[in-house]
């Protein structure tokens, strides 16, 4: 049991003031020990009091998905296996990204607190301050290399997924946005290693804008609508809760994705896009198309109909006249 952990175990089991002395002698760590490591909790998020001469208790748990904490709850058969949290970290992709071809298996899981250097898609920066969700999964999908395309769709279903059953109003603008009273509340990045026909490895790059105050983020990045969970709520989510549920439901299009269910996932985007059948604008390096977008296809692409006839475009930002 890692040192954080079992001292949090000691604390949870008891509702009274446990002193120094004793979580030192119980955990098998000195007290000044003990006293690091109480600090790291806080931390972490659990509110700890401290009273001279009674000692600790602990009295609110953290929402932080920590490793202990997040693989007690979380029910799923491959994705967090294996969780790696860092308080600070440039990306989370990045270390998932180095990770990747050291690990045997799929599924590990990297989550961070705060992004130092948060990368976004087509090189943008992300703005990761604390209280957002950032994290970062390693998947080694045996499927064609020609089929990951449907793994972006499926992400983003998950995260809108995750969302909604909040009460937030998410929905999904392509590539893979997932957007909320107009606005952005979640991105997807995909990093992929494979060879023309055998996927090494993606990695999925996964940011929510939860307990963030939006305003400050758009201050910073400006002509983005940015928006977070709790914007959109009036109230701090749970992020635990929120990894747990987002983590699950990625597995389960994950698993599917070999075989029945990539029809499935594609049907259960389109329906939580209100972008089809409306007029967009989607620009890509100095060059913008536009014209309805008519519909988004299983290798990734969205076609529009345009002036010229029909056209797929397979990456871009769009921007959707309601
Ligand atoms: C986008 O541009 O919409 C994609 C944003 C992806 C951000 C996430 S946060 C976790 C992971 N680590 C990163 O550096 N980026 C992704």
């Known amino acids: 049991m890692a040192q954080p952990e079992k001292l949090i175990s000691l604390l949870r089991s008891d509702a009274r003031y446990i002193c120094g002395e004793e979580l030192g002698t119980k955990a098998g760590i000195s007290r000044s020990a003990v006293w690091k490591q109480i600090e790291l909790l806080r931390r972490y998020g659990y509110s700890i009091e401290s009273r001279r001469g009674l000692g600790y208790k602990l009295t609110a748990h953290t929402d932080i998905p920590v490793p202990w904490e997040l693989a007690k709850i979380l029910c799923t058969s491959i994705i967090g296996k294996q969780i790696i949290y860092r308080e600070t970290i440039d990306s989370t ?18 989550i961070a607190g705060r992004q130092e250097s948060g ?6 920066r992300w703005l990761s301050p604390k209280g957002g969700l950032w994290l970062s999964v390693i998947l080694k999908p045996e499927i064609p290399t020609a089929r990951i395309t449907i793994l972006p ?8 997924e995750a969302l909604k059953a909040l009460g937030v109003a998410a929905r999904l603008k392509w590539p893979n946005d997932v957007m909320a009273s107009g606005k952005k509340i979640a991105g997807i990045l995909l990093d992929i290693s494979a060879t023309a026909d055998q996927v090494n490895y993606v990695v999925i790059g996964i940011g929510i804008n939860a307990n963030v105050d939006s305003a400050t983020i758009s201050a910073r990045l400006p002509g983005t609508k940015i928006t977070s969970i709790s914007d959109e709520l009036g109230w701090n989510t749970n992020r635990l809760q929120l990894t747990k549920s987002l983590l699950e439901n990625l597995e389960g299009y994950y698993l599917g994705i070999e075989h029945r269910a990539r029809g499935e996932i594609l049907q259960k985007w389109k329906k939580n896009s209100d972008m089809l059948g409306r007029k967009v604008a989607v620009s890509y390096k100095s060059k913008t198309i536009r014209g309805v ?4 296809n299983e290798d990734g692409s969205l076609t529009l109909l345009t002036d010229k006839g029909c056209i797929d475009v397979v990456s871009g930002d769009i921007r959707v006249r309601y």
Do not use: E, H, M, P
């Not at 270390?95 to 590990?108: N, R």
């Not at 769709?153 to 995260?159: G, K, Q």
């Open 93 to 110: 992709q990045n270390l998932a990204i180095s990770l990747a071809s050291k690990l045997g298996s799929d599924g590990a899981v990297v």
């Open 119 to 124: 990368r976004g898609r087509q090189k943008r």
């Open 153 to 160: 769709f499926a992400a983003a279903l998950a995260v809108c």
């Open 293 to 296: 977008a008519t519909d988004v």
